[in-house]
């Protein structure tokens, strides 16, 4: 058993003062695989000192230089892809077929910010076009400092990848702190800073839970900017605390997303789309389109469709090659799913599937794929982000009433809709409130498109050179030429 009572400052793994430990689970065989520490402030002191010390040789280093890093990075991910997507399926529980994305999907950020460092420089001191006479002016643009960035469990590798990699484009030097709860994938990011000869103190990692690390790192005077993934709640508390000496915060927190299913839609791909953005990861997707809306004429053979494909998913141990869907990742997640299982109990919920219509395997964190129909625009699973395998689906009338229906939510991060005619598709998704419209497909994310979302669910955007620009200062050279 592996026993992680260390920090990673400064290219090496320091014991930390913490005492307290936690405990690292597998949520398919539900043993223990590892221990990690649960760090406390005085970790957060010494990564941010180290992330300090780093800054300024980093940042005169230059794009072009950086770049060879994240390459590096990129390169060494892909030689342990294999290994990395079986700790990602034990550790998160997620299907093995499903850990590739987590995989290619942060080694293509990686490269695309490579790329991106190297656009930096050479755009780096450009002319201001203007009409003042005899005035030079000149932009560059700089490294917002040093940075703290906190993640969530979902989806280990890309979340982090996602801020990662545009800080270190962007010249930053980092204090990262994965999930407590699956920390074991990112372990590997410490081992590659060293191995690519990442200058010490560029790249920090710090183990423990929200108490221990992340509100001390987020209070942190010496971060000078914050990337948060995760809940709202918790990135509020980490937006106050930020409040306090004025530093920059990025929020990509929670989803409740639409689906749209046109009157035009072939009902097969409808159901095959529908599937894949909501059971996909057994549900735990920020972006997941938790709320179909159909159009009645398809409402009942799009029900039929579904329930057949939901009878077909094959749940188990998420390393077995035919395995569909994994377990919850922590016996946590599964009790939240249960409680709103337990509210659609009480709210009278028809649920066209559900766990009273199959056996779950006999271990696991397992949660049943289940479809709930004609549900009430006031109940709380159309309201809230469930973040589990739960689809909640209600007919409409027209696109207006879907397009309302769809608008009318306080998160905005993601929607679909499916319809025969590409066009029509694409006018709906103009009309949608979303930071992502997928017109039939699902779940497609580019290194070069922004990700994040309207309303509650974040401030700013990450990926392309939006994810860039929030790394980077911009400053203003002027005088006579
Ligand atoms: P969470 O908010 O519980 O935890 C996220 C991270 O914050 C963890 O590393 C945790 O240790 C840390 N944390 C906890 N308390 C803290 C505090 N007081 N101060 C600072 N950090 C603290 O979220 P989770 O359960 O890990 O992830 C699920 C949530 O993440 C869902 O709401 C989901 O929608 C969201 N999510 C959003 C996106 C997106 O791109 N918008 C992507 C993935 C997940």
Same mark, same amino acid.
């Given at each position: 058993?592996?026993?992680?009572?260390?920090?990673?400052?400064?290219?090496?793994?320091?014991?930390?003062?913490?005492?307290?430990?936690?405990?690292?689970?597998?949520?398919?065989?539900?043993?223990?695989?590892?221990?990690?520490?649960?760090?406390?402030?005085?970790?957060? %002191?010494?990564?941010? *000192?180290? /992330?300090?010390?780093?800054?300024? !040789?980093? @940042? +005169?280093?230059?794009? &072009?230089? =950086?770049? $060879?890093?994240?390459?590096?990075?990129?390169?060494?991910?892909?030689?342990?892809?294999?290994?990395?997507?079986?700790?990602?399926?034990?550790?998160?529980?997620?299907?093995?077929?499903?850990?590739?994305? %987590?995989?290619?999907? *942060?080694? /293509?950020?990686?490269?695309?910010? !490579?790329? @991106? +460092?190297?656009?930096? &420089?050479? =755009?780096? $001191?450009?002319?201001?076009?203007?009409?003042?006479?005899?005035?030079?002016?000149?932009?560059?643009?700089?490294?917002?400092?040093?940075?703290?960035?906190?993640?969530?469990?979902?989806?280990?590798?890309?979340?982090?990848?996602?801020?990662? /990699?545009?800080?270190?484009?962007?010249?930053?030097?980092?204090?990262?702190?994965?999930?407590?709860?699956?920390?074991?994938?990112?372990?590997?990011?410490?081992?590659?800073?060293?191995?690519?000869?990442?200058?010490?103190?560029?790249?920090?990692?710090?183990?423990?839970?929200?108490?221990?690390?992340?509100?001390?790192?987020?209070?942190?005077?010496?971060?000078?900017?914050?990337?948060?993934?995760?809940?709202?709640?918790?990135?509020?508390?980490?937006?106050?605390?930020?409040?306090?000496?004025?530093?920059?915060?990025?929020?990509?927190?929670?989803?409740?997303s639409p689906i749209l299913v046109l009157d035009d839609a072939d009902i097969d791909s409808a159901a095959d789309w529908v599937m894949a953005g909501i059971f996909f990861?057994?549900?735990?997707?920020?972006?997941?389109t938790s709320r179909l809306l159909v159009h009645h004429s398809l409402a009942e053979a799009l029900y039929a469709a579904l329930a057949r494909r939901i009878d077909a998913i094959?749940?188990?141990?998420?390393?077995?090659?035919?395995?569909?869907?994994?377990?919850?990742?922590?016996?946590?997640?599964?009790?939240?799913?249960?409680?709103?299982?337990?509210?659609?109990?009480?709210?009278?919920?028809?649920?066209v599937r559900?766990?009273?219509?199959?056996?779950?395997?006999?271990?696991?964190?397992?949660?049943?794929?289940?479809l709930?129909r004609?549900?009430?625009?006031?109940?709380?699973?159309?309201?809230?982000?469930?973040?589990?395998?739960?689809l909640?689906a209600r007919s409409v009338a027209d696109d207006?009433e879907a397009i309302?229906?769809a608008?009318?939510?306080?998160?905005?991060?993601a929607a679909t809709v499916i319809s025969g005619d590409a066009e029509r598709a694409r006018r709906v998704g103009?009309?949608l409130?979303?930071?992502?419209v997928w017109f039939n497909s699902e779940q497609l994310?580019?290194?070069?498109?922004?990700?994040?979302?309207?309303?509650?669910?974040?401030?700013?955007?990450?990926?392309?050179?939006?994810?860039?620009?929030?790394?980077?200062?911009?400053?203003?050279?002027?005088?006579?030429?």
């Amino acid at each position: 058993m592996q026993r992680l009572d260390h920090q990673f400052i400064d290219n090496r793994w320091i014991a930390s003062r913490s005492e307290r430990r936690l405990p690292v689970i597998d949520p398919y065989r539900q043993t223990r695989l590892a221990e990690i520490t649960a760090g406390d402030a005085s970790d957060v %002191d010494a990564a941010v *000192a180290a /992330a300090q010390r780093a800054l300024p !040789a980093w @940042q +005169a280093l230059g794009g &072009e230089r =950086r770049a $060879g890093y994240l390459e590096a990075f990129a390169d060494a991910l892909e030689r342990r892809r294999e290994t990395l997507m079986r700790l990602s399926a034990s550790n998160n529980g997620k299907a093995l077929a499903e850990t590739a994305i %987590d995989m290619d999907d *942060a080694i /293509a950020c990686y490269r695309y910010y !490579a790329d @991106q +460092a190297r656009a930096l &420089e050479s =755009r780096q $001191g450009r002319r201001v076009e203007h009409a003042l006479d005899g005035i030079e002016a000149r932009i560059y643009e700089d490294p917002a400092g040093v940075v703290g960035l906190i993640t969530p469990w979902n989806f280990p590798l890309v979340t982090s990848a996602w801020k990662i /990699a545009p800080a270190l484009a962007a010249g930053c030097t980092l204090v990262f702190k994965p999930s407590e709860v699956v920390p074991l994938p990112e372990l590997a990011l410490a081992e590659i800073a060293v191995e690519t000869g990442l200058p010490p103190g560029v790249f920090n990692l710090l183990l423990g839970d929200g108490a221990g690390i992340g509100a001390p790192l987020s209070a942190h005077p010496g971060i000078d900017k914050l990337s948060f993934t995760g809940s709202n709640a918790v990135g509020e508390a980490v937006m106050r605390a930020a409040a306090t000496g004025s530093r920059g915060v990025s929020l990509e927190l929670g989803g409740k997303s639409p689906i749209l299913v046109l009157d035009d839609a072939d009902i097969d791909s409808a159901a095959d789309w529908v599937m894949a953005g909501i059971f996909f990861n057994s549900g735990q997707i920020c972006s997941a389109t938790s709320r179909l809306l159909v159009h009645h004429s398809l409402a009942e053979a799009l029900y039929a469709a579904l329930a057949r494909r939901i009878d077909a998913i094959r749940l188990g141990d998420p390393l077995a090659d035919d395995t569909d869907m994994g377990p919850m990742t922590s016996a946590r997640q599964r009790e939240a799913v249960e409680r709103y299982l337990a509210i659609a109990k009480e709210e009278g919920l028809d649920a066209v599937r559900d766990a009273r219509h199959r056996e779950l395997p006999a271990q696991g964190e397992f949660v049943a794929p289940t479809l709930y129909r004609d549900v009430p625009l006031t109940s709380r699973l159309w309201c809230e982000e469930i973040f589990g395998p739960v689809l909640c689906a209600r007919s409409v009338a027209d696109d207006a009433e879907a397009i309302a229906l769809a608008n009318a939510c306080e998160f905005g991060l993601a929607a679909t809709v499916i319809s025969g005619d590409a066009e029509r598709a694409r006018r709906v998704g103009r009309a949608l409130r979303a930071g992502s419209v997928w017109f039939n497909s699902e779940q497609l994310v580019l290194p070069e498109a922004g990700w994040g979302g309207f309303g509650r669910s974040g401030i700013g955007r990450e990926l392309g050179p939006w994810g860039l620009a929030g790394y980077l200062e911009i400053k203003h050279l002027i005088g006579p030429a």
